[in-house]
T-cell receptor, first 114, second 115 residues
C-alpha cells in the first residue's frame, strides 16, 4: 500500500519557471510533512516541512501548499535555477506514532535548464 | 563537523558472501534508521533503532540484520546477499525519539551490487 503518492515522476523547466510537485496521502494520522532534496551522489537533506494547521509555508524560493481536506500537499519552487536540479521527495509521518517513521513518496527528478 | 558516515561507499560482491555496511553518527542522536533507494520505488525503511539495544523492523527487513551496541554506530548486515538486494542504501539519524519531527540526517549512501 503506497501511502504517499508523488507526481510527476520527472519534470523539466526553464530557468525562472515555477515547477510544482504534488503529493497525496491516505493515512489521516499523518501530521507532519517534510520535503527532502537529493543531489546526485548525495543523501537526501531536509528542505522544508509543514504541519496541517497551516495552509502554506514559505522558505526563500520554496513554498509548501497544504490542503488538509483533500489530503494533498505540493512544493512550488519560485524563480527556479539550474542549481535546483535534484530529486525531490515528499514524506509524511505521524508525530505521535511509535517508530517515528517517515513514509516517502517515490520522488520527482527535477531538471532546470539554463 | 556533524555528519553521518557510511562505509563502504561502493561495494560489488557475489551472492551469499556476508557483508556489513557501517554507519556512524557524531551528533549523539538517539534514532537511527536504514533505507534502501530503488528507481521508481523511492526510499523504503529497512530497520530502525530508537536507542542502544533497541531495534525494530521497517517496511522491507527481509534479508537484513542490524545491531545497535553503541549509540553512534548502526551497522547493516547482509548474511547471505542476493541480487535483489542490489540497491543504494542510506543510513539516517535524528536527535530524539521524544520529537518525531526532528530532522533526519542522511549519510552519503552506499551503492551495493550483488552479482
Amino acid at each position: 500500500q503506497q501511502q504517499v503518492k508523488q507526481s510527476p515522476q520527472s519534470l523539466i523547466v526553464q530557468k525562472g519557471g515555477i515547477p510544482i510537485i504534488n503529493c497525496a496521502y491516505e493515512n489521516t494520522a499523518f501530521d507532519y510533512f517534510p520535503w527532502y532534496q537529493q543531489f546526485p551522489g548525495k543523501g537526501p537533506a531536509l528542505l522544508i516541512a509543514i504541519r496541517p494547521d497551516v495552509s502554506e509555508k514559505k522558505e526563500g524560493r520554496f513554498t509548501i501548499s497544504f490542503n488538509k481536506s483533500a489530503k494533498q500537499f505540493s512544493l512550488h519552487i519560485m524563480d527556479s535555477q539550474p542549481g535546483d536540479s535534484a530529486t525531490y521527495f515528499c514524506a509524511a509521518t505521524n508525530s505521535g506514532g511509535s517508530n517515528y517513521k517517515l513514509t516517502f513518496g517515490k520522488g520527482t527528478l527535477l531538471t532546470v535548464n539554463p | 563537523e556533524a555528519q553521518v558516515t557510511q562505509n563502504p561507499r561502493y561495494l560489488i560482491t557475489v551472492t551469499g558472501k556476508k557483508l556489513t555496511v557501517t554507519c556512524s553518527q557524531n551528533m549523539n542522536h538517539e534514532y537511527m534508521s536504514w533505507y534502501r533507494q530503488d528507481p521508481g520505488l523511492g526510499l523504503r525503511q529497512i530497520y530502525y533503532s530508537m536507542n542502544v539495544e533497541v531495534t525494530d523492523k521497517g517496511d522491507v527487513p527481509e534479508g537484513y540484520k542490524v545491531s545497535r551496541k553503541e549509540k553512534r554506530n548502526f551497522p547493516l548486515i547482509l548474511e547471505s546477499p542476493s541480487p535483489n538486494q542490489t540497491s543504494l542504501y542510506f543510513c539516517a539519524s535524528s536527535l530524539s525519539v521524544a520529537q518525531s519531527t526532528d530532522t533526519q540526517y542522511f549519510g552519503p549512501g552506499t551503492r551495493l551490487t550483488v552479482l
